[in-house]
C-alpha cells in the first residue's frame, strides 16, 4: 500500500538547460485535492521534449522532469476526484480540459481557458510541487511530467482509457498521433480529393500525412531534409516525398510549380519559423490552408507581405490535433483498437526506461520516429 505515503522511484531529471538525462531517484508526493498520482508504464519521446532539453520555450523552469506522451495506471487519489480510481489506465493530457470554463464549453476549440490562464506553469494548481530530489524542487512539464515511474497530475490533465486497451503503443495517442492526425481531419478539415504538402516527417508529421490519407486527399506531398524518413512516409499515405536541399529554388516555388499554382492544404510539423514562412507561400492563392502544428522557439515570430492573404489563403493552427481531449482520447484509444488507423508503424525503437539518453540520441541523429520507453 502506497497511497498516503511519499513514493521513492527513479526519474530522468534535466537539472538544467542542455544536460544530458540524469536518472536519479525521486520524491513523489501524495496526490492533493483533485490530483491523482499514476504509475508509468510507457513514455513517448516527443520532439517537444527535445526542445525543452535545448530550452527553447518560454515559461520552463529547471531542474524540471519532462516527458508529456505517456500511458499509466492510477497509483492513488487525492481528495474530491470523481472519475478515477486506482488500477485505471489513463494517458496525461499535455492539453488539459476542465470542462467548466470558457473554452471547454465552446466546440471551436479544444484550449482550455483554465488551465492555460489560470494555473502556474511547471507546478501543480496550489503553486507547489510534488517532485523533490536531493532535497531540491523539482518542477513538472506541460501539466504532466512522464518520464518519472510515478507522477500526479491534475484531473483536468489525464483521462481514463478502457481496461481491456494494449498499453505498448498508446502513448502515442498522448501527443504525437493525436496532433498530426488532428491536425489534418480538425483544423484543416482536408476534404477528398485535395492536394496537401507536410513539412517535416517525423512523429507529428507522419500523423499527419495519415490524417491527409484518412480524409480522402489525392495527393500528398512530403517534404524533409532527411531523405531517410521518405519510405516509411510513402508506407503511410505520402504520394511523393521531396527533399528541399536537391534543389536551387526556394522549396515553396518548387511545390507550387508542381501543384499547378500550390496547395489545397499544408501542414508545418517542423516548428521553425522559416518553414513556417514557406509552408504559407506553398498554399494556393486563392484558396490555400495553412496549419501550423509544430512549436515555435520563445520570442521568434514570422514576417509576411500581407497581400498573400487578400487573395483568400487562411493560415490557423492546431494544439494537439483541434481534439478536446477528455472526450476524444477514448475514442481515438477505440479506434486503434478496432485498426482504424495504424500508429504501431511510427514506433521505431523501444528501450528501457533508464536508457533514456540513447532514445534521445536517436532522434536528434534523425535515426527514430518515436522511441517508446517502458518502466
Ligand atoms: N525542412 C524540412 N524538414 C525539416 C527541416 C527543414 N528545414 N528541419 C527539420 N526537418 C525535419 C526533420 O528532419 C524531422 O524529420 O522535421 C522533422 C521533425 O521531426 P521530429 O524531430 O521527430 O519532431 P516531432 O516529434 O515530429 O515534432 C515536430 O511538432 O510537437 C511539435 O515541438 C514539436 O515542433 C516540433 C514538431
Ligand atoms: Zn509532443
Ligand atoms: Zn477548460
Redesign the pocket.
Known sequence: ETAGTVIKCRAAVTWCVNEPFSIEVVEVAPPKAHEIRIKMVYTGI???D??AVYGKFKDMQFPIILGHEGVGIVESIGGGVKGFKPGDKVIPLFAPQCGQCRCCKDPRTNICTTARMERPKGLMADGTSRFTCKGKKIYNFLNTSTFTEYTVIDEIAAVKIDENTALDNISLIG??FS?GYGSALNAAKVHPGSSCAV???????LAAVMGCKAAGASRIIG????KG?FGLAKELGATECIN?KDYDKPIQQVLVEQTGGGLDYVFE????T??MVAAINSSHHGFGTTVI???SAANKTITFDPMIFLTGRTLTGSVFGGWKPKDSVPKLVHDYMEKKFDLDKLVTHRLPFEKINEGFDY?RK?KS?RTILRF
Open positions: 516527443c520532439g517537444s527535445d526542445n501527443c504525437g496532433t513539412f517535416g516527417l517525423g512523429g507529428v508529421g517534404v524533409d531534409i532527411n524518413k528541399p510539423c517542423i516548428g521553425d522559416e518553414t502544428v509544430g512549436v532522434l534523425g520516429i
